[in-house]
């Protein structure tokens, strides 16, 4: 079965980095853009970055862009999100989502908490 992994989340100063990775499996990975979503209490879903299959074709919300890269690596199965000079607002549950097989596909999420 499709199954999508996060790891990498945790608790950083403003201004700090962290990697968020997710691990897919139960398909054929290679083939399907991958996107990183995150949301905050009280707040929507909001599309962070996507990364098309190839990752040639990259894109990103304009509240991210320069700080944050999206990359993949299909070899491995993986997609990661770099978060660099991190904002207090940033701070939200991120989720791995593809659309593969026919169905949006989530994983569990990550915490990620920018607080000083």
């Known amino acids: 079965q499709v199954q999508l992994v996060e790891s990498g989340g945790g608790l950083v100063q403003p201004g700090g980095s962290l990697r968020l990775s997710c691990a897919a499996s139960g398909f054929t990975f290679s083939r399907y853009g991958m996107t990183w979503y995150r949301q905050a209490p009280g707040k929507e879903r909001e599309l962070v970055a996507f990364i098309s299959s190839a990752g040639n074709s990259r894109s990103y919300v304009d509240s991210v862009k320069g700080r944050f890269t999206i990359s993949r690596d299909n070899a491995k199965n993986t997609v990661q999100l770099q978060m660099n000079s991190l904002k207090p607002e940033d701070t939200a549950m991120y989720y791995c989502?593809?659309?593969?097989?026919?169905?949006?596909?989530w994983g569990q999420g990550t915490q990620v908490t920018v607080s000083s």
């Open positions: 989502k593809t659309y593969a097989l026919g169905n949006d596909y």
